[in-house]
């Protein structure tokens, strides 16, 4: 896509090449860079930077033998041929295949359930650390206001919010920490779709949500 | 250069496992890579039994996945250290690694000679780049890469040098125009 304003910032995309990023935030960067050329080109230069550390990583002080375990991994490989690795093939949708993976199908596979002020949403099953769920918001809405106690990635998949930041449109992603309070707003004309990570609990400053939020999970 | 002469020997060798199922040229990779995927492994907090059957295993997929290995998009040695780094999560955080699209071009049977070298060197220029490093500086990426930091500690480590970073991130994003032209 051509028109990303808002990007991955290094520090997540190099934890992400590292491979330390949470479950639920691995898949927002995985996405992002399906629909965003320069982030791609990005995470190659720091997945370079891991091959250079590999290159650069003593050889463990071995007390096995190469020979040996070159024997068994041949070994392993034979064994290997004869239960070919399946291949997971998903068909060209909104969502990109790793969020497809997630999801079980583009987004007519989505179960919704409503979070109430027409917003629904669909949680998507990660580990513990942090959560990642889609958002519909319907054009002219608004997500209720809310502060963050953590980092919040929110990355447009279709239509666009505004809040007190920014615009974003599709493919941009808004990284919010713990200093910023928001209201995102769906534009008007088409309903906006997103995918939403957070590793805390959001803040509501609205009575009504707060008591609402341990039964939403949000 | 040596360096050089060594990453395009690597390139070289996946081919032939891939074109030949050549296990001398398996042989070969092994011999180099086996022993720094387990150094790698430990240094990220793997037991060194653990670490021992985790880099039989990533050698192993290096011989099924050779046909989709993209000499004009990486080294050997990055493509080893993604496969190392996807096997860490699988085994240490029991977590699914989520992966982007494959770009729609994928991998040209036989790749433009000129592209592989200049991906190859760039890789090596970057290898040299990391070593000129001050030592306090080469430990925080490293100690980025084995899992130590955090993102916003990433983000926050104003003595990360990621000038060193760019550069190869420029290189890269050139390259990009050029293939997309
Ligand atoms: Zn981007
Ligand atoms: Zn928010």
């Given amino acids: 896509m051509e028109n990303i304003k808002h990007h991955i910032n290094d520090g997540l995309l190099i934890s992400y090449a590292a491979g330390s990023l949470s479950e639920a935030f691995s898949l927002v960067v995985a996405t992002h860079v399906s629909m965003c050329d320069a982030c791609r080109v990005r995470l190659e230069a720091y997945e370079a930077v891991g091959g250079a550390i590999l290159t650069d990583t003593p050889e463990s002080d071995s007390t096995s033998d190469v020979t040996v375990d070159l024997n068994a991994t041949l070994a392993l490989i034979d064994a290997g041929e004869k239960a070919p690795i399946r291949v997971h093939h998903t068909k060209p949708g909104l969502f990109p295949s790793a969020l497809q993976s997630y999801v079980g199908g583009d987004l007519d596979s989505v179960k919704w359930r409503s979070v109430g002020m027409g917003v629904r949403q669909a949680i998507l099953p990660t580990s513990k650390d942090a959560s990642v769920r889609l958002l519909h918001i319907p054009a002219g809405c608004a997500v209720p206001d809310h502060g963050h106690r953590g980092t919040e990635l929110t990355l447009v998949l279709q239509g666009a919010f505004r809040d007190e930041f920014d615009r974003f449109g599709p493919g941009d992603l808004e990284i919010a920490t713990e200093e910023d309070e928001h209201t995102p707003v769906a534009e008007a004309g088409a309903d906006c779709i997103c995918l939403a990570a957070t590793d805390a609990p959001l803040r509501f400053r609205g009575l009504v949500q707060r008591i609402a939020q341990p039964f939403l999970r949000i | ?181």
Avoid at chain 2, 13 to 26: G, N, P, T, Y
Avoid at chain 2, 68 to 90: E, Q
Avoid at chain 2, 103 to 116: C, F, I, N, Q
């Fill in chain 2, 1 to 181: 250069s040596m360096k050089e002469q060594e990453d395009l020997r690597f390139v070289e060798c996946v081919l032939l496992i891939r074109d030949a199922q050549d296990k001398a040229a398996f042989a070969e990779l092994f011999k180099h890579f086996a022993p720094r995927v387990k150094g790698f492994l430990i240094k990220s907090g793997t037991d060194a039994s653990m670490a021992e059957e985790c880099a039989q295993d990533v050698m192993a997929t290096l011989w099924h996945k050779a046909h989709l290995f993209d000499p004009t998009r990486a080294s050997v040695s990055t493509w080893v250290f993604t496969i190392a780094r996807n096997r860490r999560i699988d085994m240490l955080r029991k977590q699914r690694r989520s992966e982007p699209d494959e770009l729609t071009w994928g991998p040209e049977p036989e790749p433009d000679a000129a592209d592989v070298m200049e991906l190859q060197q760039e890789s090596t220029r970057l290898v040299q780049a990391l070593a000129e490093l001050p030592d306090k500086q080469r430990d925080l990426i490293q100690k980025a890469y084995f899992g130590d930091l955090s993102h916003s500690e990433i983000a926050d480590e104003t003595g990360l040098p990621l000038g060193t970073i760019k550069s190869r991130i420029r290189l890269a994003l050139e390259k990009l125009r050029h293939v997309m032209k």
